[in-house]
DNA sequence: ATATGTGCAAATCCTTTGCACGTGC
DNA sequence: GCACGTGCAAAGGATTTGCACATAT
């Protein structure tokens, strides 16, 4: 999906649910846009704020919330105290790929996902929604140095 | 393994570890080995105090890290803003299916999930070490009747 | 015109920490 | 005895919320 489409289909769903596009809110859909990598809700605001200096942190908290629903962008909890998003391309077949040394998140393709969510679901006589498979590892220059080259330097 | 045969391991492990045993921790301990559902870290203090009314909520917080690390007890992250633990029995090849409406947490077997772990890793050079599967669920009346029968009356 | 949205700062939630006192080894 | 553990209350970090003002429709 291009970012014209996706912009589109944003402005659609804030008008069909009542919500007003407010320059704010493109902002902030066009920060999280902008984006390849996976962010979070406090980076978000800076991105937004280059964007739009009037945007505030607040904002951001109450838009997350409706990117989300309205599929545009993906939440990605891997346990830590804050969360993290990424702009949504259409592909929910992931799973995420932890370094345990520099927290860096590499999203994967997981088609047999569905298929396991359905199988354990039905032993319980449950219906699954969603599925998230999370994998922590090391990368090989951490096993070898235990220094993660993608380590941030502060931590 | 038995619940005396898990406090052996507690009080070896603390002292392996040069913590000492006291009978905060050991309330602790025997508290959370007395569950058989999940519970929170506030649920396990006013367990605990009913062992030992001088039990406090910090130490819930010190000690819960040592009975992981000692993997007598596992922690669950759902997503939610706390966390959840339970007494491990062992199994680690297990995922959770969480009923979207109640928050009930079932734990099965995944016994392919290392297998999982392993090939979507080695698609990154990755060697894995923990991997969790997470499946949200709805349970028929919930899908019948918009209510879960197993919901709690407060949320 | 008015229902929604907004920024700000305070509040909330869960968890962690500093400190003076208590206690297992 | 003394290093380690403890309870308390205060601090911490991420997120949410109440309120008066602003603005999209």
Chains 1, 2 share one sequence.
Not at 39 to 45: P, Q, S, V
Request: with cysteine.
């Amino acid at each position: 999906m291009s970012n014209d489409a996706a912009r589109d289909k944003f402005k659609s769903y804030l008008s069909k649910k009542g919500h007003r596009v407010t320059n704010q809110r493109l902002a902030i859909f066009e920060a999280a846009f902008a984006r390849t990598e996976h962010f979070t809700a406090e980076e978000l605001l800076d991105y937004a704020r280059e964007l739009d200096d009037s945007v505030s942190r607040a904002t951001v908290y109450r838009t997350l919330p409706i990117m989300i629903e309205s599929a545009l962008v993906r939440e990605v909890d891997i346990g830590k105290s804050l969360k993290y998003y990424l702009p949504n391309v259409g592909n929910t077949q992931v799973a995420q790929v932890i370094c345990v040394d520099c927290d860096r998140i590499f999203e994967i393709n997981a088609p047999f996902m569905e298929w396991y969510g359905t199988t354990v679901s039905s032993k319980l006589n449950l219906t699954p929604c969603s599925q998230r498979l999370q994998v922590n590892a090391q990368c090989d220059s951490f096993r070898k140095t235990g220094v993660c080259k993608n380590r941030p330097v502060k931590h």
